[in-house]
């Protein structure tokens, strides 16, 4: 299985951008990719996730400002983020699982990837955005 190792991240100002990458060891084109985020004190919060084919999807509370995408010839996964908020403050982590994205929708509503769902992780990123 391949290993995760994140880059990125760091401190901005409110509406500001930043993009995370996750680059793996190995081809992640049939690896079910995602980032997830976790705020001191709360529970792991899927962000969004990607397919091998790369379709995408994403938690409804964070679409619109986030952007998954991936390199496959690089092996390597992003996280764009727009208009940032000091709610967005969290350490934030991409995980992969073989094969595909196990997506669970409430009528037409995404929650966001389920972290038990991913058995191969990042070593995280830590965000912080300062009003």
């Known amino acids: 299985q391949v290993q995760l190792v994140q880059s990125g991240g760091g401190s901005v100002q409110a509406g500001g951008s930043l993009r995370l990458s996750c680059e793996a060891s190995g081809y992640i084109s049939r690896y079910c990719m995602a980032w997830f985020r976790q705020a001191p004190g709360e529970e792991r919060e899927g962000v969004a996730d990607?397919?091998?084919?790369?379709?995408?999807a994403y938690a409804d509370s964070l679409k619109g400002r986030f952007t998954i995408s991936k390199d496959n010839a690089k092996n390597t996964l992003y996280l764009q983020m727009n208009s940032l908020k000091p709610e967005d403050t969290a350490m934030y982590y991409c995980?992969?699982?073989?094969?595909?994205?196990?997506?669970?929708?409430?009528?037409?509503?995404?929650?966001?990837?389920?972290?038990?769902?991913?058995?191969?992780w990042g070593q995280g990123t830590q965000v912080t955005v300062s009003s």
């Open positions: 990607i397919e091998g084919d790369g379709s995408t």
């Open positions: 995980a992969a699982e073989y094969g595909p994205c196990r997506r669970l929708y409430g009528g037409d509503l995404y929650s966001g990837p389920r972290w038990t769902n991913f058995g191969i």
